[in-house]
């Protein structure tokens, strides 16, 4: 986390890549239900730890945190819905 803060990024960066990541990984190999679960978790679960911080009296809860979030599984999905319809994941799992 200090690491993170030496770079002088926007958190809000910071958590928009954090769900992208989050959301493309089950995108890239999991079928269509499994896909929305996740986003929908994943989307549930930034909602979640934001409120959570609410109440840790150390931490500050932030609409924008909660919009990232939901915009980085966005991103996710649609990075790995194109992915995986041009053929990039096949071409690199049967590289082997």
């Not at 958590?15 to 549930?44: D, F, K, N, T």
């Amino acid at each position: 986390m200090r690491a993170l803060d030496q770079l002088h990024i926007s958190d809000k960066i910071e958590h928009l890549a954090a769900y992208a990541v989050l959301a493309l990984l089950p995108s890239l190999h999991e079928r269509r239900g499994i896909i929305v679960g996740a986003a929908i978790g994943a989307v549930a679960l930034g909602i979640a730890l934001e409120y959570g911080q609410l109440y840790s009296g150390w931490r500050d809860f932030e609409v924008g945190d909660m919009v990232a979030d939901a915009a980085g599984v966005c991103v996710g999905l649609a990075l790995g819905i194109a992915m995986r319809s041009t053929g990039v994941v096949r071409s690199v799992l049967s590289a082997d």
